[in-house]
């Protein structure tokens, strides 16, 4: 399994900004597509972004469109995911993973169909919005 770790999570006031990142442990982590995902007690994990190898491709689920933003830096071996305009509604524990296995078409990453590939999860970040 692949070893990935997250970070940039923490507390913030309805408005605020977080920027997460998503490192890997001993592989290069340019050569899959990563996804963000965020869990709430109670609820089902969601897709909240996702980007693809080259870069370009990214899937943002409905929730998130026009406030998040994913990119990665190949160089740092990272890909970031930029919370803004942050809701109460947005907290939750943030997990980045990566399908090793199976292709996943970058523009749909997110969606609940392509769940079952991402079989390399790292710890989660905890990000909490509240006044």
């Known amino acids: 399994q692949l070893q990935l770790v997250e970070s940039g999570g923490g507390e913030v006031q309805p408005g605020g900004s977080l920027r997460l990142s998503c490192t890997a442990s001993?592989?290069?982590?340019?050569?899959?597509?990563i996804g963000w995902f965020r869990q709430v007690p109670g609820k089902e994990r969601e897709g909240v972004s996702c980007?693809?190898?080259?870069?370009?491709?990214?899937y943002y689920g409905d929730s998130v469109k026009g406030r998040f933003a994913i990119s990665r830096d190949n160089a740092k071996n990272t890909v970031y995911l930029h919370l803004n305009s942050l809701q109460p509604e947005d907290t939750g524990v943030y997990y980045c993973?990566?399908?090793?296995?199976?292709?996943?078409?970058?523009?749909?990453?997110?969606?609940?169909?392509?769940?079952?590939?991402?079989?390399?999860w790292g710890q989660g970040t905890q990000v909490t919005v509240s006044s």
């Open positions: 980007i693809g190898i080259n870069g370009v491709s990214t």
């Open positions: 993973a990566l399908p090793s296995s199976v292709a996943v078409p970058a523009t749909q990453c997110g969606l609940t169909e392509w769940l079952y590939a991402y079989d390399s």
């Open positions: 001993g592989f290069n982590l340019n050569y899959y597509v």
